[in-house]
């Protein structure tokens, strides 16, 4: 499961392999906009949000649809979706808002941040 970090302050992003099953465990069960600790991560001190993700075949998760499985719904806005014209309305298959082991990849947010800047963590973490 890869877990990609994006901040806020300087529009980066960092991608994390989350290869071990307690990175994995700390996200399976949650939504959309649930917020979770990254210590586990090796980020401490940073607080998470989620904001979406996509699963095995590329198929992105939404908000407004629980669950999680994938469902067929008629959407006319992303994530899904990007109509050419005002109005269209299309059928496309999407994810629910809950991770599950489907799920391949995650797409987080740092809402809080924490002693040491985000870079020297990742720095440190590409070295070994």
Do not use: C, H
Not at 40 to 48: A, E
Not at 90 to 117: C, D
Request: hydrophobic share 30%; no cysteine; net charge positive.
């Amino acid at each position: 499961m890869q877990i990609v970090i994006s901040d806020p302050k300087t529009g980066n992003a960092y991608k994390v392999e989350g290869k071990d099953t307690e990175a994995s465990a700390l996200f399976i069960g949650k939504r959309i906009g649930d917020v979770v600790d990254a210590d586990i991560l090796g980020l401490g001190g940073y607080v998470l949000e989620i904001t979406g993700g996509s699963d095995k075949e590329g198929m992105p998760m939404r908000k407004d649809v629980s669950g999680t499985a994938r469902k067929r719904i008629l959407i006319t806005s992303p994530p899904g979706y990007r109509p050419k014209e005002k109005g269209k309305r299309r059928r496309k298959s999407v994810r629910g808002n809950e991770i599950s082991a489907e799920i391949s990849q995650i797409n987080v947010k740092i809402k809080e941040y924490g002693t040491k800047p985000i870079e020297e963590l990742f720095e440190k973490g590409e070295d070994s």
